[in-house]
C-alpha cells in the first residue's frame, strides 16, 4: 500500500525548531521529488518547500526561506523539514506530499505544529 | 492572498452539473499544467485531475479538467452529496520558482 506518513509535530515557543518526518512506503522512494504543504486552521493550502529526486535540488516559499531545510535519505525512505526560528504564522497541519509529473499523487495525514508561548 | 483565484464557494443541488474557475496569470497556468484536489475535513487533499485534464486511477469521470490561457475550471457532474467538500487549484509558478495554490472552493450540494 502507497503510504505517507508524517510525525515529530508538536508544541514549540516562537523563536524554537522543530523537524518533521515522512516515512514513505509502498513506492520507490528515490525515483519521486517530495514536497511539504501546510494548511493554517480554517484556511487553504499553502506550499512549503520541495526537494527534487535526482541531482538535490531544494526549493523554498518565500515565507520559510532561511529559516526551513528540507532534505531526505533515500535508504530509509524519509524526507524532513527542519524549522528553525519559529514564528506563530507558521503554525500549521504540515502534509508531506509525493510528486509525480506535475502533481502530487499522494498525501499523508498530517502532522500538527503550533508555535506559541 | 493567493496567486491564483478561485471562487471562496459554489452551490448547486443533486444531479446538477457545477464548474470551479481558477484564475492566474502566464507565469503559473498559462505556462504550466494545472493540477485539482479534493478536501474532506479533518484529511489530507486527495488528487482529482492532473495535467488539466488527466483523471487518477479511481476517479469516476463525473470529475473533469480543462485549461484555458490562463484560467482553468473544474467541472463536477450528477453531483453527489458525498461531493460537498473544498476543492483547490495549483500549479508551478515559473517566475516564483515556486509551487502556488488557489484559496480553495468550498462545494455546498443544496
Known amino acids: 500500500e502507497v503510504q505517507l506518513l508524517e510525525s515529530g509535530g508538536g508544541l514549540v515557543q516562537p523563536g524554537g525548531s522543530l523537524r518533521v518526518s515522512c516515512v514513505a512506503s509502498?513506492?520507490?522512494?528515490?525515483?519521486?521529488?517530495m514536497s511539504w504543504v501546510r494548511q493554517t486552521p480554517g484556511k487553504g493550502l499553502e506550499w512549503v518547500s520541495l526537494?527534487?529526486?535526482?541531482?538535490?535540488?531544494?526549493y523554498y516559499a518565500d515565507s520559510v526561506k532561511g529559516r526551513f531545510t528540507i532534505s531526505r535519505d533515500n535508504s530509509m525512505n524519509t524526507v524532513y523539514l527542519q524549522m528553525n526560528s519559529l514564528r506563530a504564522e507558521d503554525t500549521a497541519v504540515y502534509y508531506c506530499?509525493?510528486?509525480?509529473?506535475?502533481?502530487?499523487?499522494?498525501w499523508g495525514q498530517g502532522t500538527k505544529v503550533t508555535v506559541s508561548s | 492572498q493567493s496567486v491564483l483565484t478561485q471562487p471562496p464557494s459554489v452551490s448547486a443541488a443533486p444531479g446538477q452539473r457545477v464548474t470551479i474557475s481558477c484564475s492566474g496569470s502566464?507565469?503559473?497556468?498559462?505556462?504550466?499544467?494545472v493540477s485539482w484536489y479534493q478536501q474532506f475535513p479533518g484529511t489530507g487533499p486527495k488528487l482529482l485531475i492532473y495535467?488539466?485534464?488527466g483523471r487518477p486511477s479511481g476517479i469516476p469521470d463525473r470529475f473533469s479538467g480543462s485549461k484555458s490561457g490562463t484560467s482553468a475550471t473544474l467541472g463536477i457532474t450528477g453531483l453527489q452529496t458525498g461531493d460537498e467538500a473544498d476543492y483547490y487549484c495549483?500549479?508551478?509558478?515559473?517566475?516564483?520558482?515556486?509551487?502556488?495554490f488557489g484559496g480553495g472552493t468550498k462545494l455546498t450540494v443544496l
Open positions: 506530499t509525493k510528486k509525480k509529473g506535475d502533481a502530487f499523487d499522494m
Open positions: 509502498g513506492f520507490t522512494f528515490g525515483s519521486y521529488a
Open positions: 526537494i527534487s529526486a535526482g541531482t538535490i535540488r531544494t
Open positions: 502566464s507565469s503559473n497556468i498559462g505556462k504550466n499544467y
Open positions: 495535467e488539466n485534464d
Open positions: 495549483g500549479t508551478w509558478d515559473s517566475s516564483l520558482s515556486a509551487w502556488v
